[in-house]
């Protein structure tokens, strides 16, 4: 069996990797996520839940993708007033996250959303190219308008 060799880029403001549409692969990706969270000085119910809304868009993500673009990649960067994790893949123009969850419309009453540790969601589809970007601000910054 040939090796496949994966190349992993880091600095020490962020992580960018490629995966394959697999549970064990988006956790990872809430991992990384979870790592910058915490060394961000986050709570640890927040760590948690960055984490869990990570996973839960990753595996929302790989509905999207097909035959020909069965990759995503993800990249997660600390910035000094936010942390952001940016979903791509090449393939459908439609949000790799349901727009019913974005706006929290998806969940019926009483359960929790699954992106609720997330303060802000941006779309794009430009090209062929989609790209989610999920955004944790750090304690004391806001968003711009």
Do not use: W
Request: charged share 20%; with cysteine; net charge negative.
């Amino acid at each position: 069996m040939p090796s496949r060799t994966t190349t992993v880029s880091t600095d020490s403001r962020g992580i960018e990797f490629q995966i394959d549409p697999d549970p064990r692969l988006a956790a990872a990706a809430g991992g990384a996520a979870r790592y910058f969270a915490d060394a961000a000085g986050l709570t640890s119910e927040a760590v948690v839940e960055f984490q869990k809304s990570v996973v839960a868009a990753c595996e929302e993500t790989f509905q999207h993708l097909t035959g020909d673009h069965s990759h995503l990649t993800v990249r997660v960067t600390r910035y000094p007033d936010r942390i952001e994790v940016v979903l791509a893949h090449e393939g459908e123009a439609i949000p790799t996250v349901g727009l019913d969850q974005i706006a929290g419309f998806g969940s019926p009453s009483g359960s929790s959303n699954p992106l609720g540790g997330i303060d802000r969601v941006q779309y794009e589809a430009r090209g062929g190219r989609v790209v989610t970007r999920l955004t944790k601000y750090l304690d004391g910054a806001t968003p711009n308008a």
